[in-house]
């Protein structure tokens, strides 16, 4: 039992250390190793197997709304960045530089990708030139590079994994819709499937991607109250196209620069979904995406029959379709109770002598920690229902975390009071000028996260300034 | 028509020339477009979903086998790289080097991997400690980078995508067991959904992996009959286990360095599957990894019903799982058959009014461009079958350009002879000499391709020195 006690007693309390906590989950649960190249990380097998489940699901939803998955190459020469002049004043100041091949020195050097807008525009003026070309509808799953000074386990890589998506089309209309359509995919996903609920809205002019028209995000709350943005869409107009002169004969014979979109989501995502709804026994998957939902654990293993009848449970429950797995380990139950306890896996069932002869196991929810005994006389049909409950019951969790933890403010002592008190997400109306974001990054800390979608106007004057408002922003201090 | 016929004229002839007809398929077929950086290209939506479906297969091939998918970094630091000295000898000439991020140069250079021993290795170091953690069999899907000077699509890409498994075991004989499993995985995967026949065996010291102890190889014969390495599989014993200091503590309480395996197949398959089996009518894809099995084509579509009836039959194959799509454009039926042919769609169905009339669709088959009407009631099953013959239709039709290009030679003028006049692989027995090797590549301009597995004794001196030989080896030029 000295392991079990180990391994439950090292990790830090939430409420301790948040920032603490969570490298202890993210190395305990052993989703990643440090690299000798700072920010960059091992993916090992349990976080690799998480993201493919969220690339699975996200690869289908693209797939279903007519997108195509393509390759493009990770280098960029330097003249190429340079193309779309807000784009590389973005983005330069933290691309990696190869400058040789080999023995020999570049005659140009080439950085590694740190978003592939200019590869697609580049890719794009060569095989589009009539109406029929469009709209091309690309993605592709790939990692990109941005060499940051802080970095943070999946929150802030130097390198990372992503899937970006790049349209383009011959209307405007067409294209903003796709850059709306895509966000609520991203919500649906979020919301759905990790159980992460969203505030979608436009980010304002400070805080929208180098070169895009509009951004737009959805932004989630973790259990420390700050906000992650967890994926963006981005419409840019024809201004790459402009400056990457991509052109298309239209129907009316007549020659127009189309119209393109990005968006992309990363393995950030999966700092979100430790940081939602994690506790101080470790990690909690939402069954939608774990890679085992049901950890089948035989008690008193030794006893004859155990192992066969926790086999069986075993593959009744894979036969179901269910991700199930089973501990046959010489390890205590203890131990293994909490080590799958730290891996958030949602479900475990344990099965002794007694159960086998009562027909039955032993289930305990990870959510709730609720134990429950279960006749196996139907348990595929009883573990489903078990699994869609504990999603449903993460989503509702974190809802009321955002719910209790969204407050409004109308003066800027008042949400410097909410921030400094109780943090959140803080609504408060804004007259448009970037001074004011700046004033409150300065004084409150905080900065837009979004004017959100859904706005109310409970007030007229900027929480700031006290100039006209425009719109509603939700801020908070982000990661 | 004017279109149609372009695209029909435009593609050299393979006796004509064959490199050229193969650069003229691969972008006629859209496949790939070139980027800026040279032997850097893109996999367009064509060839990227091909490669997904070889993903996707030799994934659950190596899931079945428990091996499990990490993602690694992609830089490697210099001292790293150089652990292990015949694996940097190998691989520091064409390496890409990074200097700066962002505007600060490194304190050490970077190189993006050639290939993740090291890194492997340095991640081993860090989670091995007990025969309890042992074996690991990961696996990576990702992108390398090697700076080659000459360059061909799918062949030899400066940056190319593949899977590299790597693999740590605290036997021998484990270890060794991987690796011939791992290679028997590529040989059935090429032969059975490739339907490219290979010949399997074991690469000379001269031609091995850097750093390996043993590699072992698949080898595919082209049509033009050179040689392709195809999947490689290397047993590295201990010594990058000693040369990265990795130990565990056995059984019996010893410390021991544990042994190595990797293994790796390319998008270079690709340009395998083009050469092996495309015509002069462009790419011919095996039913098995095709992106589209079946091409619906309405014929004088602009008549009541045609296109109704041509989507009927979509849905009714892409309900029975077959991958169909359907081209209602309004562009020519012949240029429709051109460009599908081009595209190397196993299968055709051509559906017009009188075939409505008749219950019944036309079908060509694109391995032999057989036209043959079908009917529509069971054509589920018919396609089904259809795919099945042509399947082993092409691999009959490969193993067949294999069978009838292997010679064999017992003199050095022999085997000049046969290469010079009508190439494919040449048996020959070899004493074990590097010496010998160099000659025959420098006199006959071959290669040793491997020591088969299936050994033949038509000899017993060396084809080249004329001393006892040790072995038989397939001889040929290779890409």
Redesign the interface.
Known sequence: MAKEKKDVEQITKREEDFAKWYTDVVRKAELI?Y???KG??????YA??L??NIQKILDSMFKNTGH????????I?ES?LQKEKDHVEGF????????????EELTE??C?RPTSET?FC??YK??ITSWRDLPKK?NQW??V?R?EKATRPFLRH??F?WQEGHTIHSTVKEAREETQQMLAIYAEFAENYLAMPVVKGRKTEKEKFAGAEETYTIECMMHDKKALQSGTSHYFGDGFAKAFDIKFTDKDNTLKNPFQTSWGMSTRIIGGIIMTHGDDSGLKLPPMVAPIQVMVIPVAQHKEGVIDAADALLQRLKKAGIRANIDVSDQSPGWKFAEYEMKGIPLRLEIGPRDIENSQCMSVRRDTLEKQPLSLSDIENTVKDLLDEIQKNMFIEAKQNLDNNTFKAETIEELKEIIGTKGGFVKAMWCGDEECEKRLKEEAGVTSRCIPFDQEEFADKCVCCGKQAKHMVVWAVAY
Do not use: K
């Open positions: 190793d690299s000798q190249v960059c990380v091992i993916l090992r097998p690799y197997a993201w493919e195509e998955n393509v390759y493009m190459p990770m280098f020469p190429l330069a100041p933290e691309v990696a530089w190869v400058t040789h091949g080999g023995s050097r080439i590694v590869l580049d890719h060569n095989i690309y790939c990692s590079v060499w130097r390198e994994l």
